[in-house]
């Protein structure tokens, strides 16, 4: 009998603060690979691996950054929320010093302040998932 199950990613809202401790922004990345569009760094976690590992492993090769992980945001499970097939991810926020750059599965990266993420260029579910990060901070 084959079981199936979803995949497991991890996400990672990147607060990028400078090396005077002040906040620059969130760290969004251009997607090389389908589906194509701005979205929160991440990806699989890999058999033998936590989320936490996964998530820390996963910023540093798509941003070259290190990140301490301040707390989960969420569980995001939606069957509907990847078109390619269904994965389930955990959402981490996270603090970062230093330059982004973009690597792995990265195209481009950008910094943007809350207010100024462009919603409608997010692909995924990551609009809903920074919506609520927003909210949270109020």
């Known amino acids: 009998m084959a079981i199936h199950t979803p995949f497991v990613a991890t996400d990672g809202i990147i607060e990028l ?8 922004g ?3 990345i251009e ?27 996963e910023m540093k090769e798509e941003t070259g950054l290190d ?8 569980v995001y499970s939606n069957p509907k929320r990847d078109p390619r097939f269904h ?3 955990c959402v981490y926020v996270c603090r970062a010093t230093g330059t982004p750059k973009a690597a792995d599965d990265a195209k481009k ?5 809350p207010d100024e993420i ?10 809903e998932i920074l919506h ?5 901070l109020d």
């Open 132 to 136: 609520n990060y927003t909210a949270s």
């Open 87 to 89: 994965v389930v991810t």
């Open 67 to 74: 990140v301490t992980i301040q707390r989960l945001l969420g």
């Open 17 to 24: 603060f400078d090396e005077q401790n002040e906040f620059q």
């Open 109 to 113: 990266v950008f910094v943007y302040k």
């Open 31 to 57: 997607r090389k690979n389908p589906p194509r569009g701005l979205a929160l760094p991440g990806g699989f976690v890999e058999i033998g691996e936590s989320c936490e590992d996964a998530l820390r492993r």
């Open 26 to 28: 969130i760290v969004l």
């Open 118 to 127: 462009p919603f409608d260029k997010l692909v995924f579910d990551h609009a």
